[in-house]
């Protein structure tokens, strides 16, 4: 038999209060695409970071090409051809791609041959990527090349990849696939963690699942179907959300030639956006990353300030309205970038359903915040969506980021809004957890609240929404029923092809 390229045995981690990883132990063979599985928690994040140099395992042991593997720091990891690319980027949008990769490494060369190593690394993969490029300018799939590009300029062994396709447009993906196909032919292994369980079985040829830190099972992707992995990462069988019959409200928002600057270099200018949003329905909005996302709802959520009229809610104008005036009168927003945006890493859980659930919830009086009574939302938003964490008072840092991510989701939820926003509401989450997410912004549209999903995950969008729009270039198409939607005509809706007057706003 072959020699495993890594073996893990009996691998142990425990933080205060939780085994993160209970006695792992699986093999990767050289070559092989090797999927991770497990549900928000389960202690994936821990192992790859194990493997990476990051975290110290408290027992077991590990191999790579049969010699003790004991990585102090990434640095060793790299010397030793482990290499891993997260799932947040680590770049710095003013420099260019060149530099970026440069930062990188122990002792740089020259930028020219950095750049030269760069081209032709791009051509031998099939990653088409400019190392003269500023790297604010890219789109999220490109930035990923940079990212996985500095990876392979290591000549890594193994590469991990983690939650790699969660950011990008089907196109991307394809070509995603076919880098990391060509590097399994030449003999480099891939540890490949998605909760994108079909993705799983296009790619790998084995999985090992993890459950409450402990491997429960293993499989090949290509004969197990995805609710099967799916059910053998949770335990149980996988819900699937049902959409309750309701009646079509009242319009709550209405959005009249909504338009507004970038708000700076990088940013997108949104452009006459107009519609309503009706009481109970779900309106679910498309779009390809960088179209305007995070901007429309800076908008809607009051981050960013519009001209009079251009945003209305209840049939007044609110543009004038700063974010915690539009979260007293009903409209609520959960931005993509749950760490810094969505919530304050260092602080409690506690302390972040403070910051923007007291004026909903009542949690301060005469200017005192009653601890007691925000203590209780937050342990009731972590049993409502199953947030796995030691306590409230535990760090918003220490949550895996799908657990966060349900924190946050359930925190805005539980406040009853009228209108809630969200964007990429189950990115990085698993699918037990999607689904749950999924039902409770459909029980929130059956109560008669508005919500506006914005995602890039279409599967989601035609499962939950009314209507469907699409986001392009800062415009937002005419919506339309999303049952019955094509893949053809939403495909020409995001890539702009739309009737719709355009106005002219200065990037």
């Known amino acids: 038999m072959t020699q495993p390229l890594l073996a893990l045995s009996g691998l142990t981690k425990a933080y205060p209060g939780v085994v ?28 790859v970071k194990t493997i990476y140099g990051l975290v110290k395992p408290d027992s077991g042991t590990m191999l790579l090409n049969g010699a003790p593997f004991t990585p102090a720091e990434p640095r060793a990891a790299r010397a030793s051809g482990v290499a891993m690319v997260f799932q947040h980027f680590s770049l710095f949008d003013a420099m260019n791609v060149a530099e970026n990769i440069a930062l990188g490494m122990e002792n740089p060369p020259p930028q020219r041959e950095i750049a030269a190593q760069v081209r032709a690394v791009s051509d031998q993969y099939g990653l088409p990527l400019d190392p003269t490029r500023i790297v604010g300018e890219l789109s999220a799939g490109e930035r990923q090349r940079v990212e ?11 590469l991990i990849m983690d939650e790699p396709t969660s950011v990008l447009t089907p196109q991307e993906v394809d070509i995603l696939f076919k880098t990391l196909l060509k590097l399994s032919a030449e003999g480099t292994a891939i540890l490949y963690i998605s909760h994108k369980l079909e993705e799983i079985r296009a790619l790998c040829e084995n999985a090992t699942v993890l459950r409450l830190g402990e491997v429960v099972g293993t499989c090949d992707p290509r004969t197990t179907s995805a609710r099967d ?9 996988l819900h699937v959300p049902e959409r309750a ?10 959005l009249k030639g909504l338009s507004a600057k970038a708000p700076h270099q990088f940013g997108t200018a949104l452009r006459d956006i107009t519609i309503d949003v ?9 779009g390809v990353a960088g179209n305007g996302q995070d901007e429309l709802v800076a908008a809607l959520s009051g981050e960013m300030r519009t001209e009079a009229g251009m945003v209305n809610f209840g049939g007044e104008s609110i543009s ?5 005036q539009r979260r007293k009168i009903g409209l609520l927003a959960a931005p993509e970038e749950r760490m810094g945006h969505a919530a304050a890493p260092d602080m409690s859980l506690v302390e972040n359903a403070v910051l923007t659930a007291t004026t909903r919830k009542e949690f301060a009086n005469k200017g005192f915040l009653n601890w007691r009574k925000a203590r209780t939302f937050a342990d009731d ?36 809004p009228d209108v809630l926003v969200v964007n990429q509401p189950t990115w990085g989450v698993d699918a037990s957890a999607a689904a749950a997410i999924r039902q409770a912004l459909l029980d929130l549209a059956a109560k008669g609240a508005a919500v506006i999903c914005i995602s890039q ?6 499962e939950i929404s009314d209507r469907f729009a699409a986001l392009n270039e800062g415009r937002l198409s005419d919506p339309r029923p999303a049952q019955g939607l094509s893949v053809e005509e939403i495909g020409l809706m995001l890539g702009g092809a739309h009737d719709m007057e355009v106005s002219h706003v200065d990037a």
């Open 278 to 286: 009706q009481k109970g329905e779900v309106l679910g909005i498309g």
């Open 229 to 237: 992995m799916a059910e053998l990462m949770v335990g149980t069988a």
């Open 320 to 324: 004038h309205l700063g974010p915690n």
């Open 20 to 47: 993160a990883n209970k006695d792992v132990s699986f093999n990767i063979l050289p070559g092989e695409v090797h999927a991770l599985l497990g549900e928000n928690g389960a202690g994936k994040s821990t192992l």
């Open 381 to 416: 938003v972590i049993t409502a969506f199953d947030v796995r964490t030691p306590g409230s008072n535990n760090a918003a840092r220490s949550l895996s980021g799908g657990n966060l991510q349900k924190f946050v989701i359930g925190r805005e939820i539980m406040q009853d």
């Open 148 to 158: 996985i590009i500095r990876c392979l300029l290591q000549d890594p062994k193994l």
């Open 245 to 254: 019959a309701r009646p079509a409200g009242d319009t709550i928002l209405a």
């Open 457 to 462: 995950d279409l599967d989601e969008l035609m």
